[in-house]
């Protein structure tokens, strides 16, 4: 074997040495505040349905605004559905945290059913999709019923958002803020840490990948609307790259390309560590459904578990079959359960 060089050797030696020690407050993933959610208030059918037909018009004026027709219907939920979904908001409880990442406080939701009792329950990781205060995660989010499945349910804000230190990097050192949540969930306790999942929405989608890319070890994940190609998606909504991701992502400026690139799975199917769960509605105008069947060609090819459902003429949120949705995610991450 040949000798490594003084120099080289020395230099391994520095870097092998231990720093100094991490204060226990400033460690990754330590629980810094907690605090129990607003008590859950569901809303009337009514005042549900009007907020709804709202939102929707919103999403119809966004993609006019980039030139874009959004041609997917207006989806409610039945009166029928909608009590179910208020009687499973019923039986979960919301606390907010602030924990560290990186030496940032950043801020977090965490759900769990009510009467969980003391068995360790398995977590979900929520990783959650826009950016800055966009899309920032409410206390009673919708995948918040996941906990009434008998879960429990982690999301980060991410950094700089809801009173959290620093500045989001949109896929950059915030994929910590994600990643940390394993050390904080362990500190939480009665968390079974054999049975770890992610779900990621969108940008969240995005976040997922890089986490497993990262080294996160989870038995399984679940992603909708992904933010899968980077590179197709700044030529599709130039708008967005130039309002958001030029501004958060460092290094755009200069090695635009290649900084998109370093966030996109489709180019590196080969690190995703976990069996994959695609979900795409086919009339999603924020995220292209062609990434998605691109994605479970690239995912095959590498010799990955996968399972692909397209939602025909489904929006971003996959709305319209909601309640099919919502059992395939459940069921997937059961499946997968050690």
């Known amino acids: 074997m040949r000798a490594v060089p003084l120099l080289i050797a020395a ?80 039986r979960v409880q919301c606390t907010r945290l602030v924990y560290m990442s990186d030496g940032l406080k950043v801020a977090g939701l965490m759900w769990q059913p009510s009467d969980r009792g003391t068995t360790a329950l398995p977590l979900i990781i ?97 992603v909708g609307g992904g933010l899968l190609d980077l590179l197709a998606e700044a030529k599709r909504r130039p708008a967005v790259a130039a309002r958001v991701w030029s501004e958060l992502m460092p290094g755009y400026a200069s090695r635009r390309d290649e900084v998109l690139r370093e966030r996109s ?11 994959v769960l695609i979900l795409h509605g086919g009339g999603d105008w924020r995220a292209s459904p062609a990434e998605a069947l691109t994605l479970a060609q690239k995912l095959q090819a590498a010799g990955k578990s996968y399972e692909l459902i397209i939602y025909a003429n489904d929006d971003h949120a996959v709305s319209g079959n909601a309640v099919d949705r919502n059992r395939r995610i459940v069921e997937w991450f059961r499946k997968h359960v050690r």
């Open 126 to 222: 929520f990783n959650r999709g826009g950016n800055r205060d966009f899309s920032q995660v409410p206390p009673w989010h919708a995948f918040h019923r996941f906990a009434a499945e008998g879960f429990v349910v982690l999301a980060s804000q991410y950094r700089g958002v809801d009173g959290g230190e620093g500045i989001e990097e949109f896929g950059g050192a915030d994929v910590h803020d994600i990643t940390n949540l394993v050390p904080l969930a362990r500190g939480l306790g009665g968390i079974d840490l054999d049975n770890i999942f992610m779900l990621g929405w969108s940008r969240g989608a995005m976040s997922t990948f890089l986490a497993l890319k990262q080294g996160m070890k989870v038995n399984a994940v679940a």
């Open 11 to 90: 230099a391994l030696l520095v870097q092998a040495r231990p720093g100094p020690a991490q204060p226990a407050e400033r460690r990754d993933g330590t629980l810094v505040e907690r605090a129990q959610c607003p008590a859950y208030v569901a809303p009337s059918y009514d005042d549900y349905a009007a907020t709804a037909k709202k939102f929707y018009e919103g999403e119809l004026s966004a993609a006019s605004a980039e030139g874009i027709a959004m041609r997917t219907p207006l989806a409610l939920a039945t009166r029928e559905e909608f009590a179910r979904n208020v009687e499973a908001s019923r």
């Open 265 to 275: 799975v489709m180019y590196w199917p080969e690190q995703i560590t976990a069996p």
